[in-house]
């Protein structure tokens, strides 16, 4: 009696391996696709975040420039400095925002009265709680295309009767002080060297 082709062992060992064998390439393209959509997710994440940076990048540009063009128009109140609370790069910034108009309104325009705030006003509290107020009201009363009688006075009482008195509390707190006082030393040094060493020079000629 012959053996039934369909229910024969070694056909059915065969089918089911060939199974396997499709299911196995079948989970391997699923992995394979899994993996390639997860790294794609990767990188769009990553191009996301890179659109993003730049994005705030150019908000932050625009946002300065449009400061920027604000201030030349006119005055644009800035926010008083906690000089007790800042340091480092936060209040070298603010002190450079107040060295801008030292160095650009005051000195050449207020002449006598300028030369007495000496070099290291940077370093005094005092001096940058009153250049602060100084400045701004300076910018108040100039950075306007219209004036009213209001700011006439304001203008004279800013000159005759505000900066007499804040000129004289700084040029008092950086003229006899610490940071005066170690320039004054370091000058007397390299001045000992240099006679110092025009003698030693005077000597060997002789
Ligand atoms: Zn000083």
Known sequence: MGRCPVTAPGDGGARRQGTDQAFAAL?????????ELASNQAAA?????EDQARIEELRGLVESLLAQEERERGYVPAPAPRWWQLDGAAREEAVDYLRKWVE???KPCYEHIAEDLGECWDKHPLCLFILDWLSEMHK??????KRSAGNLGGMA???????PIAAEIRAVA??????RARQAVAADARLAGHIGGGNSNAGSRR
């Open 174 to 179: 950086t003229k006899n002080c610490e940071h």
């Open 157 to 163: 009482d800013w000159h005759t009767r505000f900066l």
């Open 27 to 35: 989970l391997d393209e699923h992995s394979r696709l899994i993996a």
């Open 104 to 106: 650009h309104v005051y």
């Open 140 to 145: 108040y009363l100039y950075l306007r295309d």
């Open 45 to 49: 994440q990553g191009q996301r975040e």
